[in-house]
């Protein structure tokens, strides 16, 4: 009786082995596949893109045999196949155990060509299965582009809007030359790629959107196209001079700009006017012993917006300097520090900001601006007619018609969907609270009152 129950169950463990080693034919067998669809945002051509994946999963205790999985272009096609590790167009009896899944990996690749409009590229892979057959479509766009490895301006030169540029490796412009970027130039930066300015650089930008000039990482696909740090930055070193940027976004950077040294001659070494400098990791503006003019500027989501040390001439007016603490960047630092000194040494310091926007929310700091003085170097810093959040005001300077620790009332914050618009609400205390500057327009190109303009770099219309 002992051995006839053994039987049993040895009988039944074999069933059920079998049965589990056996394959499901019947075309209703629970497949699922992850999507229907792959999209890729704007790919340069031949510079690749990333991967997307999606995976097929075996729903059935029982094997399933995928008798076919192809990529209807083949070898032809701009899209490329990785099964499980496996690269290849087209792949034949794929086993999947029961609820077990395989992994399809699919890159684009596109080819140059002449068209400088983004145009789509197609595919399809097909998977088949127990007669049935089951698609996903690939989707891409794709966009020819100027592609400089390593350049250096040698020469003074001229950019056009002709087609975007693609920058690997770096971008130099040489002591005494000169680099013009003009109106709708869209410059996108790879990962390694940073820009040295020994010279100068000007961007001639305007007001409607795309007439503005852009820097930004090159990939544009999601997530990536709102990480920061997607780039180096731009560096303005000690020979730099005559740097002037108008309605200028540089977006994505680990220090968007890094100015170093003084001026070398009486004009600033750095003028921004109507410019965003957004979601840099490190720093929207980190300068060393430097001089910067701008004018209706929005430095926003940066590690630390602006951090201006040892000395140095800064003019700020109708800026709005902000950050909101997100998944992207966290809020650590104040949105300003302000010194006369580094590790080595002090400098005299001239610093005036007027009509200026000091904020921070979600973050660690209750002090938004931080002006800090050592030794005795001349220093002179100075905010008129500034809304900031602090708590405890700085030392060593003077101000006047502070508006002190009220919100601004932007119009439209929402961190879940990467989404910030700093323009002023109707009952912002900002409205109507700044000095005649004799500043006309705002950062949109928009009018503004001679008297009683706004604070900030938005005028409420």
């Not at 009332?409 to 009952?427: C, K, P, V």
Request: charged share 15%; glycine share 6%.
């Amino acid at each position: 009786m002992k051995n006839f129950v053994l039987l049993s169950i040895s009988i039944c463990l074999l069933l059920a082995a079998c049965r589990k080693d056996s394959f499901i034919t019947s075309p209703d067998a629970s497949v699922y596949i992850s999507t229907d669809s792959l999209h890729y945002d704007t790919v340069f051509t031949s510079s690749g893109s990333t991967y997307r994946s999606f995976f097929i999963r075996n729903d059935n205790n029982q094997k399933i045999n995928l008798s076919s999985l192809t990529l209807s272009g083949g070898t032809a096609s701009s899209f490329t196949l990785n099964v499980d590790g496996v690269p290849g167009t087209s792949f034949s009896n794929i086993e999947i155990n029961g609820h077990d899944s395989v992994y399809v990996f699919a890159q684009v690749n596109i080819d140059p060509s002449l068209n400088n409009l983004p145009f789509i590229v197609q595919d399809s892979i097909l998977i088949n299965y127990n007669g049935k057959t089951r698609k996903v479509q690939l989707e891409a766009w794709g966009q020819n582009a100027h592609f400089l490895r390593n350049k250096i301006v040698s020469n003074d030169e001229t950019w056009y809007n002709d087609l975007p540029y693609v920058i690997l490796g770096s971008l130099t412009v040489n002591e005494g030359k000169k680099l013009t970027i003009n109106k709708g130039c869209r410059i996108y930066m790879h990962a390694d790629a940073p820009v040295f300015v020994d010279g100068s650089l000007q961007v001639n930008g305007l007001k409607d959107s795309a007439d503005r000039v852009y820097f930004t990482g090159d990939r544009l696909d999601e997530p990536y196209r709102y990480f920061p740090a997607s780039w180096p930055g731009i560096y303005f070193s000690t020979t730099s001079k005559d740097n002037i940027f108008n309605f200028a976004t540089i977006k994505n950077a680990y220090q968007a700009i890094g100015v170093d040294g003084p001026s070398v001659n009486t004009n600033p070494k750095l003028v921004l006017n109507q410019c965003i400098i957004d979601n840099a990791y490190d720093a929207g503006i980190i300068a060393i012993q430097s001089s910067i003019t701008a004018t209706n500027t929005l430095v926003s989501n940066c590690g630390k917006n602006l951090f201006l040390i040892k000395g140095g001439d800064y003019f700020f007016t109708h800026c709005t300097v902000v950050s909101i603490a997100n998944l992207l960047v966290d809020h650590k630092d104040p949105v300003l520090t302000l010194t006369n000194y580094d590790n080595t040494s002090t400098a005299p310091l001239t610093a005036h900001f007027t009509n200026c926007i000091f904020w921070g929310e979600y973050g660690l700091t209750e002090n938004e601006v931080l002006v800090d003085k050592s030794g005795t170097d001349p220093f002179s810093v100075n905010f008129q007619n500034v809304l900031w959040k602090v708590q405890s005001p700085p030392g060593n300077v003077t101000s006047q018609n502070i508006i002190a620790n009220q919100s601004p009332q932007f119009e439209d914050i929402n961190t879940a969907h990467n989404f910030y618009n700093f323009r002023l609400r109707s009952n912002s205390p900002a409205v109507d609270m700044g000095a005649n500057t004799g500043i006309i327009i705002d950062l949109d190109g928009n009018p503004r009152p001679v008297n009683q303009p706004d604070i900030g770099c938005y005028e409420r219309q």
